[in-house]
């Protein structure tokens, strides 16, 4: 006998059991033994042969198909909000005049950006696997999108992060006749990198919402604004550790504004979702993460306000928001993963959808009339 390789999640079967008859009467008719309890005290009704049962997903197999992401994907969403956020404050230290700000931001950028792409790189198994994402442009894909947004973010950051870093061995780099140039170029390169670093920064969490993610779906409206708050904890929190305070009161006034974004988009949004969407959010792993990210982001907010002019303080606090942001993101990508097992996170937000749908009259649509 051949079994297929289905047959592995098969329940066992339960033997049936023979139902008995008892001998025909007299008058012909055959009559099965009544079960003991069986029907009301009268004897007229019977009990329902069925008994309640709980809901699960054929073979208990997910209904939703849990990606195959892991830490090197959460790595990367982390590092793409630090190194988008750090080129942003590139470009604000480089119209304000900041010099130490610019070249330790411009620097962050670069060093994220890289290391992100290592981690992306190392999630997809082969290097050849990256330039393939890149043979074509479709603009309906935020994959598609971020691959070219990553390279061309890559290529700016690199050549105004590449100029500092000449600066700062003071013209020591084999450049010659180049040095101009690149001097020429880091000026509108720190631009093109700063104009990028926002929507590098959020990108991904376009990604994760645009699938069937029960968790990530539902948090379609407010990801967006969690990431963008998350990216600039990063790189606020960055600059403080890498900066003297005498020139972070920019970056010390975007962790503030980041610390209150995030709180407040986390709120809306786990308040916007279903239960059962949002129950990944609070437990397991994912829920320790999240509640230590907003403890941490809190602590961070004060300590930036309150010692951010101290460089031990501020590096203190500027620690504690890197850390809350990177949790944020670690939080919510195993948030997702872990609604995508349990049919119920599934099931239940979708009846409440359709029961919704036909309490506002709508009820002439194939989502309405096929259940």
């Known amino acids: 006998m051949t079994l297929s390789e289905f047959d592995s999640y098969r329940p066992p079967e339960t033997r049936r059991r023979r139902r008995s008859v008892l001998r025909a009467p007299q008058d012909g008719f055959a009559r099965r033994r009544r079960r003991p309890g069986a029907g009301t005290n009268d004897g007229s009704r019977e009990m329902p042969v069925v008994e309640d049962v709980e809901f699960t997903s054929y073979y208990g197999r997910p209904i939703v198909k849990p990606p195959p992401w892991g830490h090197e994907i959460a790595a990367y969403l982390f590092l793409g909000g630090l190194a988008g956020g750090s080129a942003l ?44 994402m890149m043979r074509t442009v479709k603009i309906t894909s935020p994959m598609s999108l971020g691959s070219w947004l990553l390279g061309a973010f890559s290529s700016a950051a690199g050549v105004a992060a590449a100029a500092e870093v000449d ?20 000026g509108p390169a720190g631009a093109c990198a ?8 959020v990108y991904t969490a376009v990604l994760l919402s645009d699938t069937a993610n029960p968790t990530w779906n539902a948090a ?23 900066t003297a305070p005498s020139q972070t009161v920019p970056a010390r006034v975007l962790a503030v504004l980041g610390v209150g974004g995030d709180l407040a988009a986390m709120a ?24 230590w990210a907003e403890r941490l982001a809190i602590a961070g907010g004060i300590g930036t306000i309150v010692g951010g002019g101290n460089r031990m303080a501020a590096g203190a606090a500027g620690l504690a ?28 937000p979708q009846k409440a959808r359709l029961a919704a749908r036909r309490a506002a009259g709508i009820t002439h649509d194939s989502i309405t009339t096929t259940g």
């Not at 013209?171 to 101009?180: A, F, I, M, Y």
């Not at 700063?194 to 920064?201: D, E, I, N, T, V």
């Not at 604004?225 to 890498?242: I, P, R």
Request: aromatic share 4%.
């Open 167 to 186: 600066r700062l061995l003071g013209s020591r780099l084999p450049l010659g006749p180049l040095r101009g140039l690149l001097r020429g170029a880091a």
């Open 89 to 132: 404050l590139g470009l604000g230290a480089q119209l304000t005049g900041r010099v130490a700000l610019r070249r330790s931001t411009r620097l962050t950028a670069l060093g994220a950006a890289g290391a992100g792409a290592v981690f992306l790189i190392s999630d997809l198994g082969r290097p050849e696997r990256f330039l393939h």
């Open 220 to 242: 379609r409206r407010e990801l967006p604004f969690v990431f963008v708050s998350s990216a600039s904890l990063a790189s606020g929190g960055m600059a403080m550790l890498t």
């Open 321 to 348: 928001l890197l850390t809350a942001s990177a949790l944020t993101r670690f939080g919510v990508l195993e948030a997702g993963i872990e609604s995508t097992r349990d049919p119920r996170h599934v099931i239940e």
């Open 268 to 291: 809306l949004m786990q308040r916007r979702m279903h239960p059962a969407e949002a129950e990944p959010l609070h437990t397991g792993a994912a829920g320790t993460k999240l509640r």
């Open 194 to 201: 700063g104009l990028l670093g926002a929507p590098l920064a």
